[in-house]
């Protein structure tokens, strides 16, 4: 019988390796420079030609190579990095296949020179498609020079798919960026057809290279994390204040023990840490590093590494989204970004709290009359209504201050209120700084926040289904989702196990509509298994809260008196993101004197 099956020639198996590991210039130069930081360099530089086209050199001043392992680096599946099973699952450094050089030397043009820091003299050596042509001595300094020409030259296929070269340089300068963020210690010099365009020098710090690299004024916007989930689990780095954010994903640099992934188990948690704080369809500025125990993580299975596994993905997901929501819950970079009261400001007299409004306090007339105001104060809740409406009502004799002695008032309570501007905004005073408070956001995010109070203290009415839904699921969408039934009945749904991977739905949250019920629970259970857990649930009683906040707090176009505006800067202090309505708006925005002074040329 004629044999059909042959094992393929070492020059195609390594076109057919540099096809996962090599899609385009930038693959190249994420490889080589990860080569270099595994090999302990300082300083490091990227020549490129046409967008990586024509010529990729990288440069630097690591540990390099003698003789014989310049050699072995060129065959597939040598390196010095892993020596055993075990080690895959301890990994410490950036590469470790071994395949990354012999599979670039196999679609280009490539010459390899290299001098170990104790070797007397430098080798070199030149190959073309994966053949060495070419091989001796050379003096250079200790470090290690790759360069790559002609990339794809011998695959004209694959170089029809490259880009302009503006694009694929693009690419490349992404990859340097990320890398040189995660090694501030290590200087990095890009330059494109002879312009420099990127270069940092060693820093003591990860906020000086993200002023280096992304911008100065940037920095004053991010906010420090800094969590301990254990001896296994840590985090750091820096999120932006949710009034910072971008249109894509392009400015989540997230790492795991110093690798830059795109994980979406990552990715969704920190998602999940802005939500109701962060406009939809936006997303933040994220520079964060996980170090985990490479035990618990594989980072084995995907070709470029962008990608990984985690052993216990809910347990790093739901660290990730506290960590996240502990920074953003204080609203803390409200009060940095305030100014230094000037004197004068510190002896003007208050307004009269106890007088109703008038022309000099609001600067709008008055349209609502006082019991609209009180009626519109009211939520629409089939609970007991919260106590938010009672601090808003004026009371009889001399208010209450907005703290007691001793107390440290809050952002909001310790602004001085100059008035109100066309019944809808709080005008203030914050040192030298002008304030301008949105009164409905403000009032929104507070009966937000205790209608979610009252809604997690299990004070739930559930309905039941006229004609129960049976759902039936795939086997992993079951085995993960029968693990969330108890979770779900807490939350108002009544889902039973109907045996193999069929689920009945029985009942749903009163305040939920019972028309996407079911997809709802498809949702989740699609969830489930991605990340874990799911939070599909909570958001969309969160979409209830926020129509049913929206629609029974103070609304724009209504006057308050001195005392109600007091109480409301308060009650903002007194709940979580209160900068945000839950929508994602800002609840206030600031004016700097020096920005006051430009309009009137003062400056």
């Keep these: ?105 196999s679609v280009c043009r490539m010459l390899l020179q290299t001098c170990a820091q104790d070797g007397e003299e430098g080798w070199e050596i030149y190959a073309e498609g994966g053949q060495v042509k070419r091989a001796g001595a050379v003096g250079i300094p200790p470090g290690t020079s790759i360069e790559v020409r002609d990339l794809f030259f011998n695959t004209p296929a694959r170089r029809k798919f490259l880009r302009k070269d503006e694009t694929e340089f693009g690419h490349i300068a992404d990859i340097v960026t990320r890398l040189a963020l995660a090694s501030p210690e290590v200087q990095f010099r890009l330059l494109h057809n002879g312009r420099p365009l990127i270069e940092v020098y060693r820093q003591n710090g990860l906020a000086e290279r993200i002023g280096a690299l992304l911008g100065r004024p940037l920095l004053p916007d991010l906010l420090p994390v800094a969590a301990d989930g254990g001896s296994d689990l840590k985090l750091r780095g820096f ?31 920190l998602l999940e840490g802005y939500r109701n704080v962060l406009v939809k369809g936006r997303y933040p500025v994220v520079i964060l590093f996980l170090e985990i125990d490479p035990a618990l993580v594989d980072v084995n299975v995907h070709p470029t ?103 440290t008032p809050g952002f909001f309570s310790s602004l001085r209120i100059i008035g109100q501007y066309r019944n809808s905004y709080i005008v203030c005073q914050d040192g030298n700084d002008l304030v301008l408070v949105d009164q409905h956001a ?74 996407g019920a079911e997809q709802l629970v498809r949702d989740i259970a699609a969830e489930t298994t991605l990340i874990g857990k799911s939070v599909l649930a909570e958001e969309s009683l969160d979409k209830v809260f926020i129509l049913m906040a929206c629609h ?26 209160g900068a945000h309505c839950p929508h994602g708006r800002p609840v206030m925005i600031r004016q700097s004197l020096s920005d006051i002074e430009k309009m009137f040329k003062r400056s």
């Design 1 to 105: 019988m004629k044999q059909t099956i042959q094992i393929l020639p070492e020059q195609l198996c390594n076109q057919i390796a540099a096809g996962e590991v090599v899609e385009r210039p930038a693959s190249v130069v994420k490889e080589l420079l990860e080569n270099s930081l595994d090999a302990g360099a300082s300083e490091i530089c990227i020549e490129v030609e046409k967008g990586g086209k024509r010529l990729i050199r990288i440069i630097d001043d690591g540990c390099g190579m003698g003789r014989d392992d310049a050699f072995l680096s060129l065959e597939r599946h040598a390196t010095s990095k892993i020596r055993s099973e075990s080690d895959l699952f301890a990994l410490n450094t950036l590469g470790f296949r071994g395949e990354a050089l012999p599979s670039i030397a």
């Design 239 to 269: 999120v932006s204040q949710p009034s910072v954010h971008r249109s894509t994903t392009g400015a989540m640099y997230t790492f795991i023990n110093g690798r830059y992934i795109r994980d979406r188990v990552v990715q969704h948690a």
């Design 305 to 407: 590494k962008h990608e990984v596994r985690f052993r216990d993905q809910r347990l790093v997901h739901d660290f990730i989204t506290s960590a996240v929501r502990d920074v953003l819950r204080p609203s803390g970079w409200l009060k940095e970004a305030g100014g230094h009261l000037e004197p004068s400001a510190a002896l003007a007299p208050p307004p009269n709290e106890s007088s109703p409004p008038s022309a000099a306090l609001v600067l709008d007339p008055v349209r609502n009359s006082r019991k609209e105001v009180q009626e519109s104060l009211q939520l629409y809740t089939r609970a007991e209504p919260p106590a938010i409406d009672r601090a808003f009502n004026p009371p009889q004799s001399r208010p209450q201050p907005a703290a007691e002695a001793g107390d």
């Design 442 to 515: 403000a009032h929104e995010r507070i009966g937000f926040e205790r209608l979610r109070k009252q809604f997690s203290s299990g004070n739930i009415e559930r309905q039941s289904l006229l004609f129960p839904v049976v759902i039936e699921l795939d086997f992993r969408e079951a085995d993960q989702f029968a693990g969330q039934i108890e979770k779900l009945d807490r939350l108002g749904f009544e889902i039973e196990h109907f045996g193999g991977k069929s689920f009945v739905l029985k009942g749903v949250p009163q305040c939920l509509e019972q028309g």
């Design 552 to 577: 029974g707090v103070i609304r724009a176009n209504q006057a308050l008196s001195m005392p109600e505006m007091k109480a409301l800067l308060k009650e903002i202090d007194a709940v979580d993101f």
